[in-house]
């Protein structure tokens, strides 16, 4: 049994299928913990989680963009109208729902087409089941976006783990702090891990599609939902596999 880790999906399920597949990923055997935001951007979000309920060892964790979906299925409005790459999750449900014909020619599709008993039972019970975090015994720790290092983990406004850019924005400069130190000083942080794995802020705004390091915190957004690849990763040897570049697995992105 190996623990494998993936960034951010955002509908992109022909890169989904790449990763899976270019890891040997068992999906009987092996662990999985998705960093979230599975929706919002390609128009494949339903087949996504088709794809991910075949997995038996599956840690889903809530991005932001999920949590907007989860929003929408317990209220029937969609926080964002469907912006923010939302209209890739709208279509994509409207199409598995058989509602083709409300998507125009013209391209606008009313907010409210889809209405929560739309989207299967299966798919409601998925997201609302989500957790925030996930820790393991090796004292890894795995969240969408981040957290206040300065207080206790488990003692934050649950909006932090799926919005917070402040843990790896000062990873970063304090790995830029404390390059060629030969004494590098400590990143402190209030509840410490062996390491944090991070999805939510795109690698390839540092000019890069494969997965970042800093201090202890690993960043596997490698941009699927922005023209960059998805990546998996085994936790414990850091080998990572990519898909190919979600732009040319896809014409349109909805982000």
């Given at each position: 049994?190996?623990?494998?880790?993936?960034?951010?999906?955002?509908?992109?399920?022909?890169?989904l299928?790449?990763?899976l597949q270019?890891?040997?990923f068992?999906?009987?055997?092996d662990?999985?913990v998705?960093?979230?935001?599975i929706?919002?951007?390609?128009?494949?979000?339903f087949?996504?989680v088709?794809?991910?309920?075949?997995?038996?060892?599956?840690?889903?964790i809530?991005?932001n963009?999920?949590d907007?979906?989860?929003?929408?299925?317990?209220?029937?409005l969609h926080?964002?109208?469907?912006?923010q790459g939302g209209e890739?999750?709208?279509?994509?449900?409207l199409?598995?729902?058989?509602?083709?014909?409300?998507?125009?020619?013209?391209g606008?599709?009313h907010p409210?087409?889809?209405?929560?008993?739309?989207v299967p039972?299966?798919h409601?019970d998925?997201?609302?089941?989500?957790?925030?975090?996930?820790t393991?015994?090796?004292?890894?720790?795995?969240?969408?976006?981040?957290?206040?290092?300065q207080?206790?983990?488990?003692?934050?406004?649950?909006?932090l783990?799926?919005?917070d850019?402040?843990?790896w924005l000062?990873?970063?400069?304090?790995e830029a702090s404390?390059?060629?130190k030969k004494?590098?000083g400590?990143?402190?942080?209030?509840t410490r891990f062996?390491?944090i794995?991070?999805?939510?802020?795109?690698?390839?705004?540092?000019g890069?599609?494969?997965?970042?390091?800093?201090?202890?915190?690993?960043?596997l957004?490698?941009g699927?939902g922005g023209?960059g690849r998805l990546?998996?990763?085994?936790?414990?040897?850091?080998?990572?596999?990519q898909?190919?570049?979600?732009?040319?697995?896809?014409?349109?992105?909805y982000?």
């Amino acid at each position: 049994m190996t623990t494998y880790v993936m960034g951010d999906i955002h509908g992109s399920y022909r890169a989904l299928l790449q990763c899976l597949q270019r890891s040997a990923f068992d999906y009987e055997q092996d662990i999985l913990v998705q960093l979230g935001d599975i929706t919002d951007g390609y128009a494949e979000v339903f087949a996504c989680v088709e794809e991910l309920m075949k997995i038996r060892h599956l840690i889903a964790i809530k991005g932001n963009h999920d949590d907007w979906f989860q929003d929408f299925l317990q209220t029937g409005l969609h926080p964002q109208l469907w912006a923010q790459g939302g209209e890739g999750t709208l279509r994509s449900y409207l199409i598995a729902a058989g509602k083709e014909d409300v998507i125009t020619a013209y391209g606008y599709i009313h907010p409210l087409a889809l209405s929560p008993t739309d989207v299967p039972a299966t798919h409601r019970d998925f997201f609302n089941s989500q957790q925030l975090y996930y820790t393991d015994t090796a004292g890894n720790c795995f969240v969408h976006a981040g957290f206040n290092r300065q207080r206790p983990f488990r003692k934050q406004e649950p909006y932090l783990y799926y919005w917070d850019r402040e843990l790896w924005l000062e990873a970063l400069s304090w790995e830029a702090s404390n390059r060629g130190k030969k004494r590098p000083g400590t990143f402190r942080m209030s509840t410490r891990f062996r390491e944090i794995f991070i999805g939510h802020t795109r690698t390839i705004m540092w000019g890069t599609d494969k997965p970042m390091k800093a201090a202890n915190v690993n960043n596997l957004d490698t941009g699927a939902g922005g023209g960059g690849r998805l990546t998996i990763m085994n936790v414990e040897t850091k080998q990572y596999w990519q898909s190919d570049p979600v732009n040319e697995l896809y014409e349109i992105s909805y982000r």
